[in-house]
């Protein structure tokens, strides 16, 4: 018998649940907006609202909660959903299964800022950083060593629309040109520590905490490439057991310590001069776009979140020892194009984010909405 789970959000994202859980659970996709793969999965019964990201979200889940007989389980998939339901977990834990840490930590983590004071405490390997917040801030970043990465303080949906996801800065007055043309729209923002290092130099560890913080289940990858080149989002990845048992007990002393407990991602960057593992940021709370690879590789981190909260045994599981890849097409095909960086690991097996020939609606409906709009037609 299937167990029911809700999912939050409508992206790439989403779909990678999706696709991991539909065969073990009966999923229902909880999205707003009309660009929505998700919701063209074979998996899902889609379930429109007018925002993932507000507090009518909280209102819009309790009504959905009273059409299941058995409480299922929230998955979430957006940071601002993150927040929403972080903040009413009490009242949702009623209708929900849920396993999120405090709408304080949650806050705190998704800071940088207090992210790079809570890891300075605890004595992880992090890079330096520094809070902007107005012109004279600047003046601060002249103690820096550039170059430097220069980024909003927390996610902003009108800074997404109108600037990269962040910049790498080589001087003092690169930061004070590019602050002026942000300010407007965004005060707070982070300078940081560049590592050395390409975009193969990223790594990841997804794990699993229960209500002790202890791993039930996890996996590390590495990126391969990035869009946009250096400073984007993932492109496409791989797994890498090779490094799992250097970052993945890092995760667990930090994260056993600030008590932390749900889903969690943790990006780690290896200098290419030291040698180091430095965090960068944390995923908290919900799923990103790495969670598919762990499904991909023979980890299925989701399988054994929803199997740990139902009491069912949890199936051992081992990363593939064999490359296994994960594409988002269009992105990954614009960082090949632009840093020359191209192909997979030999004897890679390559699984495209959205086109699947078991789940074939998402791409079909993307190709649509492509020719829709070369076209320039509406609807």
């Not at 008590?259 to 960057?269: A, D, R």
């Not at 081992?318 to 994960?326: G, L, Y």
Request: glycine residues 6%.
């Amino acid at each position: 018998m299937k167990y029911p789970v809700v999912i939050v959000g409508g992206g790439i994202n989403a779909l990678g649940v999706a696709r991991s859980l539909g065969p073990y659970a009966l999923c229902t996709l909880v999205f707003s907006g009309k660009n929505s793969p998700a919701s063209h999965s074979r998996y899902v019964k889609p379930h429109p609202v007018a925002s993932t990201s507000l507090p009518s979200l909280v209102d819009d889940l309790l009504v959905l909660a009273r059409s299941f007989k058995q409480q299922p389980l929230l998955i979430i998939t957006e940071e601002k959903a993150v927040y929403q339901i972080a903040k009413a977990q009490k009242i949702l834990a009623k209708h929900y299964l849920i396993n999120l840490p405090s709408i304080e930590l949650v806050c705190h983590l998704q800071n940088k800022a207090d992210f790079y004071q809570i890891s300075c405490k605890h004595k992880a390997p992090v890079p330096v950083t520094m809070t902007i917040s107005c012109e004279d801030d600047i003046l601060k970043a002249y103690k820096m060593h550039f170059p430097c990465v220069f980024k909003p303080l927390e996610q902003n949906a009108e800074y997404g629309r109108n600037f990269k996801k962040a910049y790498k800065v080589q001087s003092v007055e690169e930061v004070k040109q590019l602050y002026k043309r942000i300010k407007p729209i965004l005060n707070d923002m982070i300078l940081q520590q560049w590592i050395e290092g390409d975009d193969s130099d990223i790594y990841f560890s997804i794990i699993y905490y229960d209500q002790n913080s202890n791993p039930v289940s996890s996996f590390t990858g590495r990126k391969l490439r990035s869009w946009p080149v250096n400073v984007g989002g993932t492109a496409s990845c791989i797994n890498a057991p090779e490094t799992a048992h250097v970052l993945e007990p890092i995760c667990h002393k930090f994260f056993k310590a600030i008590h932390y407990k749900g889903l969690v991602g943790m990006e780690f960057k290896k200098d290419k001069i030291s040698g180091e593992f430095i965090m960068v940021e944390p995923t908290v709370g919900r799923t990103d776009f790495q969670h598919e690879i762990a499904t991909l590789s023979g980890v299925n981190i989701l399988k054994s979140m929803l199997y740990h909260f139902i009491k069912h045994p949890i199936p051992q599981s081992k990363n593939s020892s064999s490359p296994i890849v994960w594409q988002e097409f269009i992105s990954d095909s614009l960082s090949m194009k632009t840093s020359g960086k191209t192909g997979f690991p030999e004897n890679a097996k390559v699984y495209q984010a959205i086109k699947r020939w078991n789940d074939p609606m998402p791409y079909i409906h993307q190709l649509f909405t492509r020719i829709k709009n070369k076209l320039g037609l509406k609807g």
